[in-house]
C-alpha cells in the first residue's frame, strides 16, 4: 500500500535537508529520499574536510531557524570578516570588510560533512518528516493533481509534488527532460587544508592570476597553529600537473600562487581535484516535479555562492508551498510552482552571469585587458557604496530581481 505525504524531495544534500526539515516546520508531511546513507564521518581538526563552504548571513539566519546552525561546534565554525581579491598580474587590488558594510561579519566557513551531519541529525528530530536512506527512485509518474513514486526498496509512496534536489547530475531533471544552458569552465577545482605560517587574520583571500583563481579560506586555529581551506581553479591539463606533484612541491608551487603573502607549512588533508561546469535549468518546474539547488543551477566557485543560491531557493519554495498550503491550493499545480520559478530565476541568472564574466576577464592575460582590468580593480575599491551593495548582494540581503 502506498504511503501518502505533501512533498516527496529526494536528494538530503545541503539544500534537500533544509527544504524538508523547514517545510516540515509548517505541518506539512515530507518524504525525503537519498541514496547515500546518511552518515558523515568527520575528520579531525586540523585535517579539516577539504569540502568547505562560505556560508552568507542569509544561509546563516536560514539554517538558524531550522536548528541547525546551533548544533555546529564552535570549532568547526570561522568567521571572516574581510575579503581580499588581487590581480596577481598587476596592482589591482580590491578590500571589502564588514565594519564598512556595517555587518558583524561577511561570511562562515563551514565543512560540508559538518553541514551535512547537523542537517540529518535535525531531520531525524523532525516529527513530519520521513527519512529513507540508502534508496532511491525506481520509477515516478507525475500530474498537477498528485505524483506516485517506487522507490528500488519496493515501497511506494504518494504525494502532490516531488522536490528534486539530487545535485548537480539530477536523475529527475534528465529523465523528465528538462532543457539546460550548460558549458565546461575548462577549470578543475583543487581543494584541500593547507597550515600556514602566518595568522589569517579572519580574512578571506583570492588571487587571480596567472597560476589560476586561488582562494585561501580561514578555518579554526589549533593550538595556535593556523590553517585555511583552499580553492584552487586551473585549467585540467593544469590540476593534473598540479595533482602529480608530491605534497611539498606542492606547497611551493601554492605559496608562488598566493603571491608570497603566506608561508605554506603543509597540508592536513588529502587534495581533491572537481571539474566545473557551469549549468541551468531553462525551466525549474513541471506538473508535479519543481528542481533546486544544484539540480538547478551550478556555478564557478570563485565567490562561494553555489550553496547560497540553492538555500535562496529553498527559502522562496518554503514560502510558495507554504501559502499555497494555507489556501487550499494543490502543490504540485503548474502555476503554484511557477511562482518559485518567478521568484529565483533571475537571481540566479545574474550570479551566473557574473560569475562567467570574472572567471573571463581574468583568464586572460592579454596585457591590454590586464592593465584595464587593474585600473579598474583600484577605482573599485574606492567606490564604498558600489562595495556595500556587492557585499550586500553576496550576504543574500538583497537581490538582482
Ligand atoms: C570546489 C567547490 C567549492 C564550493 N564552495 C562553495 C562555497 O564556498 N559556498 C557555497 O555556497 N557553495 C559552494 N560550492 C557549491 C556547493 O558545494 C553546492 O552548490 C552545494 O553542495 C549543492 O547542494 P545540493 O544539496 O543542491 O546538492 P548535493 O550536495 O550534490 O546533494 C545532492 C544529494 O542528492 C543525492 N542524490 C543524488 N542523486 C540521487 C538519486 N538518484 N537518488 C537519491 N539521492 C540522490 C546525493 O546523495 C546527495 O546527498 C562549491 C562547489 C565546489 C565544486
Not at 564552535?74 to 570578516?81: C, G, H, K
Request: proline share 3%.
Amino acid at each position: 500500500m502506498a504511503k501518502s505525504y505533501d512533498v516527496i524531495i529526494v536528494g538530503a544534500g545541503m539544500v534537500g535537508a533544509l527544504s524538508a526539515i523547514l517545510l516540515a516546520k509548517s505541518s506539512l508531511r515530507i518524504a525525503l529520499i537519498d541514496r547515500h546513507d546518511g552518515e558523515y564521518q568527520l575528520s579531525s581538526p586540523p585535517a579539516y574536510d577539504a569540502r568547505v563552504s562560505a556560508i552568507s548571513s542569509q544561509s546563516k539566519a536560514l539554517l538558524e531557524k531550522a536548528n541547525v546552525w546551533q548544533g555546529i561546534g564552535q570549532d568547526r565554525i570561522a568567521s571572516y570578516d574581510n575579503m581580499v581579491v588581487w590581480d596577481g598580474l598587476g596592482e589591482g587590488y580590491i578590500d571589502f570588510n564588514a565594519q564598512a558594510t556595517a555587518m558583524p561579519e561577511l561570511g562562515h566557513l563551514v565543512e560540508n560533512a559538518v553541514l551535512n551531519q547537523q542537517l540529518i541529525a535535525q531531520v531525524r528530530r523532525s516529527e513530519n518528516i520521513d527519512l529513507y536512506l540508502g534508496d532511491t527512485l525506481e520509477s515516478h509518474e507525475l500530474s498537477e493533481s498528485g505524483v506516485r513514486v517506487e522507490l528500488t526498496s519496493g515501497q511506494v509512496l504518494d504525494a502532490q509534488v516531488i522536490v528534486a534536489a539530487d545535485g548537480a547530475l539530477s536523475k529527475l531533471r534528465t529523465e523528465n527532460a528538462f532543457d539546460t544552458i550548460e558549458w565546461d569552465y575548462g577549470h578543475h577545482a583543487i581543494v584541500t587544508t593547507v597550515e600556514i605560517a602566518q595568522p589569517h587574520e579572519n580574512t578571506a583571500w583570492q588571487s587571480f592570476g596567472e597560476e589560476g583563481i586561488l582562494a585561501f579560506l580561514p578555518l579554526p586555529s589549533v593550538d595556535q597553529k593556523h590553517f585555511v581551506s583552499i580553492v584552487w581553479s586551473v585549467p585540467p591539463k593544469e590540476a593534473n600537473s598540479l595533482m602529480a606533484l608530491d605534497d611539498s612541491a606542492f606547497c611551493r608551487r601554492l605559496h608562488y600562487a598566493i603571491s608570497k603573502r603566506f608561508d605554506i607549512l603543509g597540508l592536513t588533508q588529502v587534495r581533491q581535484a572537481i571539474p566545473l561546469r557551469q549549468r541551468h535549468a531553462k525551466q525549474y518546474v513541471k506538473a508535479g516535479l519543481v528542481l533546486i539547488g544544484d539540480a538547478a543551477h551550478t556555478i564557478h566557485p570563485l565567490a562561494g555562492q553555489g550553496a547560497n543560491l540553492g538555500f535562496g531557493d529553498v527559502k522562496a519554495l518554503v514560502e510558495v508551498l507554504e501559502k499555497a498550503h494555507r489556501r487550499g491550493e494543490g502543490l504540485g499545480v503548474s502555476n503554484v510552482l511557477r511562482r518559485y520559478q518567478r521568484a529565483r530565476m533571475l537571481d540566479n541568472i545574474a550570479m551566473a552571469a557574473g560569475m562567467e564574466s570574472f572567471k573571463r576577464l581574468f583568464s586572460t592575460q592579454q596585457p591590454l585587458v590586464v592593465q584595464l582590468r587593474n585600473i579598474g580593480m583600484k577605482q573599485f575599491n574606492k567606490g564604498e557604496s558600489l562595495k556595500k551593495k556587492l557585499v550586500a548582494r553576496a550576504a543574500g540581503l538583497s537581490s538582482f530581481s
